[in-house]
């Protein structure tokens, strides 16, 4: 049972534009959603986080939105740059209680 | 400050032998999970240890198992290597301060002929 589901599984955005990646989930107890980054020959590194006390976290040029009544998350990023070309996975768990349960990752491709 | 070391980088093995992956956390965190990256599955969550206890285990057979140390290093064992288990296999190590998540080491790539 896959407990969260992230889509698109790939995405091709111009330079400039906003990437943005959804994902849901079904257990009612998770209360941390992070998303992570993953270039080639790396393992993923933390990219940001939020918890359902808010419905928006920005960091830089990285936006998480949440919509708790529809267990959904999303991921956006503005003025993509080929630099942000990787994958990316959102995740989530009951912090401190689960480990973290992964989407299976959005490949993002910035084109100039 | 070192990262999550893992150890060997690549690990060709055939099929029915045993494959054993070691895993050094950042300093400082007692926890170590490991998770197997196949292509298109994303990250299966495979063990987690928590001060030399495993605390939790994902849907794998038992063939899979492992190991903390006292150092908190950690070692993944799998047995009976079928040609499906080649993948990625990361660790990642967590202080528990859910602020910062998980530090992933670079993984190990497993493959089984």
């Known amino acids: 049972q896959q407990q969260v589901k992230q889509s698109p599984q790939s995405l091709i955005v111009q330079k400039g534009g906003i990437s943005i990646i959804n994902c849901a989930y079904e257990?009612?107890?998770?209360?941390?959603f992070p998303w992570y980054q993953q270039f080639p020959g790396k393992g993923p590194a933390l990219l940001i986080a939020?918890?359902?006390?808010?419905s928006e976290k920005k960091e830089g040029r990285f936006t998480i939105s949440f919509n708790k009544s529809a267990k959904q998350f999303s991921l956006h990023i503005m003025d993509s740059q080929p630099g942000d070309s990787a994958t990316y996975f959102c995740?989530?768990?009951?912090?401190?209680?689960?480990?973290?349960?992964f989407g299976k990752g959005t490949r993002l491709s910035v084109i100039a | 400050e070192a990262g999550v070391t893992q150890s060997p980088t690549h690990l060709i093995k055939t099929r029915g032998q045993q494959a054993t992956l070691r895993c050094s956390p950042i300093s400082g965190h007692t926890s170590v999970y490991w998770y197997q990256q196949a292509l298109g599955l994303g990250l299966q969550f495979l063990l987690w240890y928590d001060e030399g206890e495993e605390r939790n285990r994902g849907n794998f057979p038992p063939r899979f198992s492992g190991r903390q140390f006292p150092n908190y290093s950690s070692e993944l064992n799998v047995n009976a290597l079928e040609l499906e288990d080649s993948a990625l296999y990361l660790c990642?190590?967590?202080?528990?301060?859910?602020?910062?998540?998980?530090?992933f080491g670079s993984g190990t790539r497993l493959t089984v002929v």
């Open positions: 257990n009612t107890a998770f209360d941390y």
């Open positions: 990642a190590s967590s202080a528990g301060d859910w602020d910062y998540g998980y530090t």
């Open positions: 995740a989530a768990s009951s912090s401190g209680n689960t480990p973290l349960v």
């Open positions: 939020i918890r359902p006390d808010v």
